[in-house]
């Protein structure tokens, strides 16, 4: 067997080490804004409340949902009354007053407000409002 130099052992050294670095390198950690899981949904507008930078913070009680996403487990699917709270953008915030005020005062939350909506949750377990959201259409009279 021939010697090998050693140049080549040093390259062959360097392969090896390079390629196990590779293999255990640590996975990085899940993004904890990253959204992993949506729905879509009716719901009543329960809170609104103004956060800093125009965003806002909105209380529905889920009227029905429309679309799930993969991730949810059977305990975990949105139900009927449940209530969230959801983060929003300040467009988002302001397509809600627009979606309130086209159903009366969007001040006198008494008389019930609904919204139709899509709403993901973060790894953080903290709730978004994804898109504008739109006062439903033909469900049930709302």
């Keep these: 067997m021939a010697r090998l130099k050693p140049v080549l052992w040093l390259a062959l050294g360097i392969g090896v080490l ?3 670095g590779l293999l255990l390198r640590p996975k990085p950690a899940p993004d904890a804004n990253a959204i992993y899981r ?48 959801l983060n929003a ?3 988002n915030c302001t397509a809600l007053e627009v ?12 008389s019930p407000r609904h919204i139709y909506y899509k709403a993901g949750q973060a790894r953080s377990g903290q709730w978004i409002m994804l898109e504008a959201p739109k006062a439903p259409v033909g469900c049930g009279g709302l």
Aim: charged share 15%; net charge positive; aromatic share 6%.
């Design 18 to 20: 390079g390629t196990a």
């Design 99 to 110: 979606a309130l005020a086209s159903q009366g005062d969007p001040n006198d939350l008494k």
């Design 38 to 85: 949506s729905y879509t949904a009716t719901a009543q507008v329960m809170k609104v409340k103004a956060l800093s930078g125009g965003s806002c913070s909105v209380q529905v009680k889920m009227h029905t949902w429309s679309s799930l996403s993969e991730g949810f487990t059977l305990a975990q699917i949105p139900r009927k009354g449940q209530l969230y709270d």
């Design 89 to 91: 953008t300040s467009a």
